[in-house]
């Protein structure tokens, strides 16, 4: 029997995570939120590399870098932006199609183009229009197509992340990439961060400071977020395989929107539901296929 454990965990740990992020967001900017957890993160994972005493030094750093650069400051400072404008239940099915698009851009490393890749791809089409149309009588504003846009761009950028991060693991075991995709990703924002926009570095909640609670919690999720979710799906993948390791966490959408609707009281629509079946039916084909 399959341990899918692993994988089921880090399922759990990243769709509870981003529905969390967003309950923060309210009151402390996006991009305090992703700098506090990939210090927290980076933190936990430089001290077991010390203790384990790996070596980083060679060209793979640079594909995790790229990979860190790509995912984790442009690519969940977009999500979490995005889930905090038109919710998780929206965001979440938009940014997961980056399973599906893997598939395709993994032709730069030979890969064929299946009638799976296909109709997942026709899916995900399926599953964007349902959950970014709205009837008549609802007004389209300018923030929710920002916040769709933005998924959008979470998709490319998770996407894109994955596949410089292949090469990486011909030179760097599974801890030493995640390490330095997190640092990387810490850099690129702290580097940043000084020259962003006044409306996106500061909140009118935050004037005398975050609170050290807050600061604990946002550390602990990301810790257990980028370290212990990360590694446990690196883990998973060398358990049991990359495709099953896919398939589990490709259910993190339907989880997301659960979580969403009962900790944030998330309204959930037939169509964010469909929507949601949709990105999961086409990340198994795709998978399977």
């Known amino acids: 029997?399959?341990?899918?454990?692993?994988?089921?965990?880090?399922?759990?740990?990243?769709?509870?995570?981003?529905?969390?992020?967003?309950?923060?967001?309210r009151d402390i900017p996006v991009i305090i939120i992703n700098i506090f957890r990939l210090l927290s993160a980076s933190t936990v994972l430089a001290v077991l590399c010390l203790?384990?005493?790996?070596?980083?030094?060679?060209?793979?750093i640079i594909y995790a870098a790229l990979s860190g650069i790509?995912?984790?400051?442009?690519?969940?400072?977009?999500?979490?932006?995005?889930?905090?404008?038109?919710?998780?239940?929206?965001?979440?099915?938009?940014?997961?199609?980056?399973?599906?698009l893997?598939?395709?851009?993994?032709?730069?490393?030979?890969?064929?183009?299946?009638?799976?890749?296909?109709?997942?791809?026709?899916?995900?089409?399926?599953?964007?229009?349902?959950?970014?149309?709205?009837?008549?009588?609802e007004a389209v504003s300018r923030r929710r197509i920002a916040g769709i846009v933005l998924?959008?761009?979470?998709?490319?950028?998770?996407?894109?992340?994955?596949v410089v991060l292949k090469p990486a693991t011909y030179f760097l075991n599974p801890l030493e990439i995640t390490f330095i995709r997190s640092l990387a990703g810490l850099v690129t924002l702290s580097?940043?961060?000084?020259?962003?926009?006044m409306k996106l570095k500061y909140s009118n909640h935050i004037k005398e400071g975050i609170p050290p609670k807050v600061i604990l919690y946002i550390s602990l999720i990301g810790a257990l977020d980028l370290a212990l979710g990360s590694y446990l799906f690196v883990y998973s993948i060398a358990s049991?395989?990359?495709?099953?390791?896919v398939i589990i966490t490709g259910t993190i959408p339907v989880f997301a929107q659960l979580?969403?609707?009962?900790?944030?009281?998330?309204?959930?629509?037939?169509?964010?539901?469909?929507?949601?079946?949709l990105v999961t039916l086409g990340i198994i084909i795709v998978t399977l296929c």
């Open 191 to 197: 580097i940043l961060y000084p020259s962003l926009p």
């Open 1 to 25: 029997m399959l341990n899918i454990l692993p994988a089921l965990t880090t399922c759990l740990i990243w769709s509870l995570s981003i529905v969390l992020y967003k309950k923060f967001s």
């Open 70 to 100: 790509l995912a984790l400051s442009v690519g969940d400072t977009a999500y979490i932006y995005s889930s905090s404008i038109i919710g998780v239940s929206t965001a979440a099915p938009i940014a997961y199609l980056y399973v599906i």
């Open 151 to 162: 998924a959008l761009v979470t998709c490319l950028a998770w996407s894109f992340g994955q």
């Open 240 to 245: 049991i395989g990359v495709d099953y390791t």
């Open 259 to 277: 979580f969403a609707n009962i900790v944030e009281k998330e309204r959930l629509t037939l169509r964010h539901v469909l929507s949601s079946i």
């Open 51 to 60: 203790i384990l005493r790996f070596t980083l030094w060679n060209i793979g």
């Open 102 to 137: 893997v598939q395709f851009l993994a032709i730069m490393y030979g890969e064929t183009i299946t009638v799976g890749k296909i109709v997942a791809a026709f899916l995900a089409v399926l599953s964007i229009f349902l959950i970014t149309s709205v009837k008549n009588r």
